[in-house]
C-alpha cells in the first residue's frame, strides 16, 4: 500500500487559521462506515448521534506553550527554543533555531533573564539537549514566557491560547492539541451526560511527531513516533463497564483512539496502563477498542488520514473528504469534524 494512495487534493484557503468563536458551531459531517453514506451536521448536534450507555473518550492532555523566544549570550542573537521531552534534572530535548548557531556549550536567555539555559547536548536526529535554570516551578515560569506551539501551516498568530486547548485539559505535556476535543463546550459536555453517555479520560501526550510527513513510499517502511500515554484505573473500568452492557466506545480524536488501541486485550477489555506507543494504524488493521471516532480532517497522506481510512473505509473516507471540499469545509486542527461509525 503506497503513501500517494492517502493523497487528495485540497485549496489552501480551506487550511482552517483561526479557531470559530463559538467552538460547537463547527460543522460535523456524519460518515457510515458501513454504507459510505454523509451526512452534513453541525458539532451541536453530536448528542444526536450518541445512545445512552455509551462512553465518549477524551484525551485530557493539556499544550505546553513550549515556544520560547529569547536570544544567546553574550552575542544578543535571536534564538527559537521548542521544548520536545522532558529528560529529567532540568533537561529537554527541544528543537532550536537557528541550530547551527545553538551548539552545546551556548548560553541562552528568555525574558528579563527569568529563564536561562545552557545547550549540553545533541539527542538522536540533531535536535539539542538544553539545561534550564529558574526560580520557582518551570511550568509556571512557561505559562508566563511561552507561546503556543501552533502546527506549521497556521500562519496567523493567536490571540487567546486557551483556544488551542480543550476545555477539560488537565495534564500538562503536549506539543500539539488533541484537535478533535476543541468543539466540545461545558454545556455540550453536559447535555452528552444528561444523555446517560459516560464521559471516561485518557492522556497521551502528542508530540511533533504528529505532522512529520511519511516519506516512504510503502506506507509499511514508515517509522512511526512514540508518544506516551495513561490509561486509568477507573477509566479502564468505565471501559469495561461499556463493553458489559453492550454501549459502543466513541473515541475523541485519533490520541483517544490510539491510547486504547495499544493497550486494549486481546478480548477488547481494559487494565490500567501506561507507557510509550508507537502504533501505526492502516488499513487492514482490526479495532479491539473503538466503535465510533469524532475526528477533525487531516492533511493529505499523513498518518492520521490512514488511521481514518482504517477505520471508515479508505474508499469511504477519501469520498467523504471530496464531498467535504466541495462543501468548502474547514480543515486541519482550527477547522471542522467528522463523526464516523455505524450510524
Not at 454523509?38 to 493539556?62: K, M
Request: aromatic residues 10%; glycine residues 10%; proline residues 5%.
Amino acid at each position: 500500500m503506497k503513501t500517494s494512495d492517502f493523497y487528495y487534493d485540497l485549496p489552501p484557503e480551506l487550511i482552517a487559521q483561526t479557531p470559530l468563536e463559538r467552538r460547537d458551531g463547527s460543522r460535523l459531517l456524519t460518515l457510515d462506515r458501513r454504507s459510505g453514506a454523509v451526512g452534513h451536521h453541525h458539532f451541536y448536534e453530536l448528542p444526536d448521534f450518541l445512545r445512552p450507555g455509551d462512553c465518549l473518550v477524551l484525551n485530557d492532555s493539556r499544550v505546553l506553550p513550549a515556544r520560547l523566544l529569547g536570544h544567546r549570550e553574550p552575542t544578543r542573537g535571536a534564538v527559537e527554543v521548542l521544548l520536545l521531552q522532558d529528560k529529567g534534572s532540568g533537561v529537554w530535548e527541544c528543537l532550536t533555531k537557528p541550530g547551527r548557531k545553538t551548539r552545546p556549550g551556548t548560553q541562552l536567555s528568555f525574558g528579563d533573564g527569568d529563564l536561562t539555559a545552557e545547550v549540553v547536548g545533541e539527542a538522536a536526529g540533531g535536535n539539542k539537549l538544553v539545561r534550564f535554570h529558574y526560580d520557582g516551578i518551570f511550568l509556571e515560569v512557561l505559562e508566563r514566557l511561552g507561546k503556543m506551539p501552533l502546527p506549521p501551516y497556521i500562519k496567523e498568530e493567536l490571540s487567546d491560547g486557551e483556544r488551542y486547548q480543550t476545555v477539560y485539559s488537565r495534564v500538562s505535556g503536549s506539543a500539539a492539541a488533541p484537535t478533535a476535543g476543541l468543539h466540545f463546550t461545558e454545556d455540550l459536555l453536559q447535555t452528552i451526560r444528561s444523555r446517560g453517555v459516560a464521559l471516561a479520560y485518557v492522556t497521551l501526550h502528542v508530540g511533533l511527531g504528529t505532522f512529520r510527513p511519511v516519506k516512504a513510499e510503502e506506507i509499511t517502511e514508515h517509522q512511526m513516533h512514540s508518544e506516551f500515554c495513561i490509561l486509568p484505573a477507573e477509566t479502564a473500568r468505565v471501559l469495561n463497564e461499556t463493553r458489559r452492557q453492550g454501549g459502543r466506545i466513541v473515541c475523541v480524536g485519533t490520541t483517544s483512539c490510539r491510547t486504547l488501541e495499544s493497550f486494549a486485550g486481546a478480548d477488547g477489555s481494559f487494565e490500567a496502563r501506561s507507557g510509550w506507543t508507537d502504533i501505526f494504524i492502516y488499513p487492514g488493521y482490526r479495532f479491539r477498542a473503538m466503535d465510533a471516532l469524532v475526528t477533525n480532517f487531516h492533511l493529505p497522506e499523513s498518518t492520521l488520514v490512514m488511521l481514518v481510512s482504517a477505520f471508515g473505509g479508505k474508499e469511504h473516507v477519501l469520498a467523504a473528504y471530496a464531498e467535504a471540499v466541495q462543501a468548502r469545509y474547514r480543515f486541519f486542527s482550527f477547522g471542522d469534524a467528522m463523526l464516523i461509525g455505524d450510524l
